[in-house]
Structures are given as structure tokens and as C-alpha cells.
């Protein structure tokens, strides 16, 4: 295989990748913002084109997967899971019906 040279497109991919990730996982912004910014800063860049860019919109998992974040930060910012946890969960009788 021959080696190819690390361009600065592939170097900044990689960068924000990883800054997308971290942003992710530390819950810095909304998930849909995260991407949805990087995304832009690729088009502002000049690594994709707006045809490339909403290209990706037409992938029918791409697109599964964006409504997801948006329904799981609906529901976790709802407090809906928070309210389930209270009403049906009770340690004690779990603890008692157990043992």
C-alpha cells in the first residue's frame, strides 16, 4: 500500500472530529448544535460543498439518527424519565419483593 501524505484537509478532519466528540461527551452544547457547527465549519472551509453537505440529509439513516438525538434530548429535558423514576421505582419495596 502506498503511503499517502497527511494533507491539512485530512489533519483538520481528524481535529474536529475529536473536538466533536469531546463536545459530545461533555455535553458542552445541545448534540444537534455540536454537529450542525461543524458541519458548517466545513462548508466554510471549503472541505465540502453545500451539494455534498445536504447530500447527507438524504440518507435515510443519517437521518433516522439526527431525529433520535432530538427525541432523547426532548425527553431527558421533559424530566419524563425523571417523573417514571419517581412514581415506579421504589428501592425499598424492589429490596422487600426480592429478597
Given amino acids: 500500500m502506498d503511503d499517502v501524505p497527511l494533507t491539512w484537509e485530512m489533519a483538520f478532519v481528524s481535529l474536529m472530529d475529536i473536538d466533536m466528540l469531546v463536545g459530545l461527551l461533555l455535553e ?21 460543498t453545500a ?3 445536504v447530500q447527507g440529509f438524504s440518507n ?15 425527553v431527558q429535558n421533559s424530566g419524563l424519565i425523571d417523573q417514571l423514576r419517581d412514581t415506579h421505582y421504589d428501592p ?3 429490596y422487600l419483593n426480592y429478597s
Fill in 60 to 74: 435515510q439513516g443519517m437521518l433516522t439518527i439526527a431525529l433520535l438525538f432530538i427525541v432523547a434530548g426532548a
Fill in 92 to 94: 425499598v419495596n424492589i
Fill in 28 to 48: 458542552v452544547a445541545r448534540p444537534d448544535m455540536i454537529i450542525f457547527a461543524v458541519l458548517i465549519i466545513f462548508l466554510i472551509t471549503g472541505i465540502l
Fill in 51 to 53: 451539494e455534498e453537505a
